[in-house]
């Protein structure tokens, strides 16, 4: 199980000053990431180390990503598209 003071660590890590990453990236790590499986932790740890840029041109242009982060890419935008429940 994710120690708590990990899953804060990557929400801080999901900020990245950038209003449109910051949208798609921080709700997921609230969110889903503690619902990953450990290795697909270990690769959205490993996207964040990507440079914004990268990021953007991925998450919100929709560039094609590498194969190594189609998935986690497609699960974040799929989650960022689903209707947001009522409260």
């Known amino acids: 199980m994710l120690a708590e003071f990990e899953h804060r660590r990557v929400c801080w890590s999901s900020r990245r000053g950038m209003l449109e990453l910051d949208l798609l990236l921080l709700p997921f790590a609230e969110q889903v990431f503690p619902q ?44 960022a598209q689903a209707p947001t429940p009522p409260r």
């Open 36 to 79: 990953l499986t450990p290795q697909h932790q270990a690769l959205y740890v490993e996207l964040l180390a990507q440079e914004d840029q990268q990021l953007f041109a991925w998450l919100v242009r929709g560039d094609t990503p590498v194969p190594r982060w189609q998935e986690l890419i497609g699960q974040i935008r799929r989650f």
